[in-house]
């Protein structure tokens, strides 16, 4: 159990995080026929970063987080995203299907995600990304594609990188990598097994994939530590001082994937929770940006 200064400090910045007021987005395109399965854009702010090139901007794709739970949706990234496009990016802002329809656990705590609809859709949202992003964002370089995600986000970050290792039998799986600069994951739950043993966001991850009677047979589909290496330039952002997804589990990630030949970037930041990654307020939040630009430029 944390203690209460650790626990204070957490609540702090958490609030500082959603303290900020929704941004609405400058273009909104559908990728399917429920009402969750929409992108916002963000075009790149005039002049927002002197040190950005004139030429046309890098596209960062943003999932957020929330523990796959319908409550969070992608309004709370939206003071990220317009963040993101102040230094000069373009930015896409992806929505899908979530949790909480299901019975709530005995806390009140709603399911986790919906099997298979939460995979469907990240994967058809980054199918139509590149035509949708023609014509919301003609100002934006499909080229220069940077996918960034925090805390649940940050899972399906690395899992949409990494279709292309699905088993064979995947619905979602794709012939070559995806035509990406790099992938730059937020304190991601990125290893379930530990993430488990952790009891992160209230064993989130269990029941994305259906509770125990799923968990071992779906793994393989969804767990980005069993689906390496990818071959895309990856790097990870963890706070030491995260109580909702500890560093455990994106080291433990960095180590798989060492293992398995490939080089993943772990940045750890001393006294920084869960939220500040995401909260223009915060000094990480420049952190971030800066892991992103060092990929998309």
């Keep these: 159990m944390p203690d209460d200064a650790a626990a204070a400090r957490a609540?702090?910045?958490?609030?500082?995080?959603?303290?900020?007021?929704?941004?609405?987005?400058?273009?909104?395109?559908?990728?399917?026929?429920?009402?969750?399965?929409?992108?916002?854009?963000?075009?790149?702010?005039?002049?927002?970063?002197?040190?950005?090139?004139?030429?046309?901007?890098?596209?960062?794709?943003?999932l957020h987080g929330g523990a796959w739970r319908a409550r969070y949706d992608r309004r709370h990234i939206?003071?990220?995203?317009?963040?993101?496009?102040?230094?000069?990016?373009?930015?896409?802002?992806?929505?899908?299907?979530r949790g909480g329809q299901g019975p709530e656990d005995a806390d009140g705590t709603p399911p986790a995600g919906r099997w298979p609809d939460t995979f469907d859709d990240v994967a058809a949202a980054l199918d139509a990304l590149p035509a949708l992003v023609r014509e919301a964002l003609p100002q934006a370089d499909p080229r220069r594609t940077v996918l960034t995600g925090h805390s649940a986000g940050g899972h399906l970050a690395l899992w949409a990188a990494a279709r292309h290792v699905l088993p064979a039998d995947a619905p979602w799986r794709t012939?070559?990598?995806?035509?990406?600069?790099?992938?730059?994951?937020l304190a991601p739950i990125a290893d379930f097994e530990v993430a488990e043993k952790l009891a992160v966001c209230a064993h989130a991850s269990l029941?994305?994939?259906?509770?125990?009677?799923?968990?071992?047979?779906?793994?393989?589909?969804?767990?980005?530590?069993l689906l390496?290496?990818?071959?895309?330039?990856?790097?990870?952002?963890?706070?030491?001082?995260?109580?909702?997804?500890?560093?455990?589990?994106?080291?433990?990630?960095?180590?798989?994937?060492?293992?398995?030949?490939?080089v993943v970037g772990l940045t750890l930041l001393a006294d920084v929770g869960h939220f500040p990654l995401i909260d223009p307020a915060a000094d990480a939040c420049a952190v971030v940006a800066e892991e992103i630009a060092q990929l998309a430029w």
Excluded: C, M, W
């Excluded at 929409?38 to 950005?52: E, K, L, M």
């Design 11 to 62: 609540a702090a910045e958490e609030e500082s995080a959603f303290s900020h007021p929704p941004v609405d987005p400058d273009v909104t395109a559908a990728y399917g026929d429920h009402p969750d399965q929409v992108i916002d854009f963000y075009a790149p702010r005039p002049g927002s970063d002197p040190a950005a090139p004139a030429s046309s901007a890098p596209l960062v794709v943003v």
């Design 207 to 225: 029941q994305l994939l259906g509770g125990q009677d799923g968990f071992a047979g779906r793994r393989p589909y969804a767990d980005p530590v």
């Design 228 to 262: 390496l290496p990818t071959g895309i330039a990856t790097t990870l952002v963890q706070g030491r001082a995260d109580l909702e997804v500890p560093q455990l589990v994106a080291e433990s990630y960095a180590e798989a994937a060492a293992k398995a030949g490939e």
């Design 78 to 97: 939206t003071p990220f995203a317009d963040y993101l496009a102040r230094r000069g990016f373009a930015v896409a802002n992806v929505e899908y299907r």
């Design 175 to 185: 012939e070559g990598p995806a035509p990406l600069r790099g992938v730059v994951a």
